[in-house]
């Protein structure tokens, strides 16, 4: 079944950016809506940002619209988010998934082990 695999992320200074990678070894995304997903322990998942399999409709988290864009390259198969204007609170592990649409609570296959982001000066 469909496994993503993140990549990315990283330690980033306050106002600066980083970049998450998703991808599927051995699967074609482009038949599947992606989203980006927050989860802090102790708190409920939070889905930042999904982009429909087209690639055009996304779908932006309040805290996301304005820093954060979501693309698609489906001639590489990878789907990106570029994370500008970092706060300190938008470090935790990012994951990256395949609802069966943005916003749904159903996916399709497996979660990856998801990327840590740290903002920190």
């Known amino acids: 079944q469909l496994k993503v695999v993140e990549s990315g992320g990283g330690l980033a200074q306050p106002g600066g950016s980083v970049r998450l990678s998703c991808g599927a070894p051995?699967?074609?995304?482009?038949?599947?809506?992606i989203g980006w997903f927050r989860q802090t322990p102790g708190k409920e998942r939070e889905e930042i940002a999904c982009?429909?399999?087209?690639?055009?409709?996304?779908k932006y988290a309040e805290s996301a619209k304005g820093r954060f864009t979501i693309s698609r390259d489906n001639t590489k198969n990878i789907v990106t988010l570029q994370m500008n204007m970092l706060k300190p609170e938008d470090s935790d592990v990012y994951y990256c998934?395949?609802?069966?649409?943005?916003?749904?609570?159903?996916?399709?296959?497996?979660w990856g082990q998801g990327t840590q982001v740290t903002v920190s000066s």
């Open positions: 998934a395949a609802p069966a649409t943005c916003g749904s609570s159903i996916f399709f296959g497996e």
């Open positions: 982009i429909n399999n087209r690639g055009d409709i996304t």
């Open positions: 051995g699967f074609d995304l482009n038949y599947y809506a």
